[in-house]
């Protein structure tokens, strides 16, 4: 268990500090204790080591990288971080160099990660691809394959894959997962973009770590692209888990944000870049 933990937002879609800092679509976060500190996604790679520069944080301490899961605004960051560290930890989903598109409307893009496996240990990327829930350090976690169980809370239907008859076929997104601490004041969880879906999520983690308060979650919700009916749903089974602060961003989209904030009131906030958040300590 972390007796302290100081969590800082270095991309996201918006900024929410005049200190040189730029916003991109994507997402990553620097976390770090007394004992360890991880990178987990690393956005577009726009802004990413001139925003850790401005917030001061030094991506050349890291003990190493998890990624939520194999999309291009959430890992094309990658080599600017290579660039700090050659020889760097890795940890993510085997799923995460699968070959993604977006398909909405008649268009279609490539969205996966736009950087093939073998050119990143080319620049010092050392991957630990594990499907299970497993430690990273002292009471820091990934959540792994998060199973789905909800009936609300379905696999995005623009998210494809090409299958063997080269048809296009539905994303399953297996490894999309979550970054967990333990501290002394309860869990947080940082979400990547809970395509698994945030309920989902925070069923896995309690199983997993049963008998742990949430603290604090924050992190993309996909909620930006949610029927009513989902948000309904969610915004329902939420106060089963007693989430002391929720903190959203990145793809829950300034409605449904604003929905999530009149229900949670003041354990709401919006975790945009330069967002910093301490737990303990």
């Known amino acids: ?67 939520s899961h194999g999309h291009y605004d959430h890992t094309s960051g990658l080599p600017a971080v290579l660039a700090l560290r050659r020889k760097t930890a890795v940890c993510a989903h085997p799923d995460v160099f699968l070959h993604r598109y977006w398909h909405k409307g008649g268009e279609c893009r490539e969205i996966g990660l736009r950087f093939a496996k073998e050119s990143l240990e080319g620049l010092g990327a050392e991957f630990s691809l594990a499907a299970a829930f497993r430690e990273l350090g002292p009471g820091l976690y990934l959540t792994g394959e998060i199973p789905r169980r909800t009936a609300f809370e379905p696999t995005d239907p623009t998210m494809t894959l090409k299958g063997e008859t080269g048809t296009w076929i539905q994303d399953p997104l297996r490894d999309d997962q979550a970054l967990v601490a333990d501290t002394a004041e309860g ?22 770590l049963p008998g742990r308060p949430f603290h604090t979650v924050v992190g993309g919700t996909h909620l930006g692209f949610a029927a009513p009916a989902q948000l309904d749903a969610t915004l329902a089974e939420l106060g089963r888990f007693g989430v002391g602060r929720l903190g959203a961003s990145h793809c829950t989209g300034l409605v449904n ?18 967002t910093s958040i301490t737990v303990g300590g």
């Open 257 to 274: 944000g604003a929905r999530l904030q009149t229900h949670l009131g003041d354990r709401y906030f919006f975790a945009s870049v330069g």
């Open 187 to 208: 869990l947080v969880v940082v979400l990547g973009c809970a395509h698994a879906g945030l309920i989902n999520t925070l069923q896995h983690i309690r199983d997993r």
């Open 1 to 67: 268990m972390l007796e302290s933990l100081h969590v800082t937002v270095l991309c996201e879609n918006s900024v929410g500090g005049p200190f040189g800092l730029v916003g991109e679509h994507g997402w990553a976060v620097f976390v770090e204790s007394p004992e360890q500190c991880w990178l987990f996604d690393t956005g577009q790679g726009l802004g990413l080591t001139s925003n850790a520069q401005c917030l001061g944080v030094d991506l050349r301490r890291l003990d190493g990288i998890a990624l």
